[in-house]
């Protein structure tokens, strides 16, 4: 399968494990509790530990937790993560920003080396 980063369309790969078209997703994921006060670290780590042990690529910055993967594992994961502070009773908000590439896979890696190739480029003109 050919892999063309300007096209419009890709050819769906299918897992060979399932039989079903592997469905490559990028997500950064938020999860919090409402109402509990200033500061809402203690409630965040809860959900990015579930986040953590899905298994799955993902890294932590300040806002977000980037993951990767089949797009039903990403939505599990997200919804598990939520799940976690809304089945103590908390009021639980959760933030989810998908981008959905069939055909990719690695990209919460490359996406920001591309980036920075540009910006390389761009700084050597």
């Not at 409402?34 to 203690?42: D, H, I, L, Q, R």
């Not at 899905?54 to 599990?76: I, R």
């Not at 502070?85 to 890696?109: C, K, N, W």
């Amino acid at each position: 399968m050919v892999v063309d980063r300007n096209a419009v369309k890709q050819e769906v790969p299918i897992d060979p494990e399932t039989g079903k078209p592997y469905l490559n997703t990028v997500a950064a994921i938020q999860v919090s509790a409402a109402g509990v006060g200033s500061e809402v670290s203690p409630y965040v780590s809860q959900a990015v530990e579930v986040i953590r042990e899905s298994g799955l690529p993902q890294e932590t910055n300040a806002l977000f937790t980037n993951v990767e993967g089949n797009l039903d594992d990403v939505l599990k994961v997200a919804g598990e993560a939520a799940k976690k502070l809304a089945e103590q009773g908390y009021r639980t908000s959760l933030v989810l920003h998908m981008d959905i590439r069939p055909g990719f896979t690695g990209q919460l890696t490359e996406k920001p080396k591309l980036v920075d190739e540009i910006l390389a480029k761009k700084t050597q003109q």
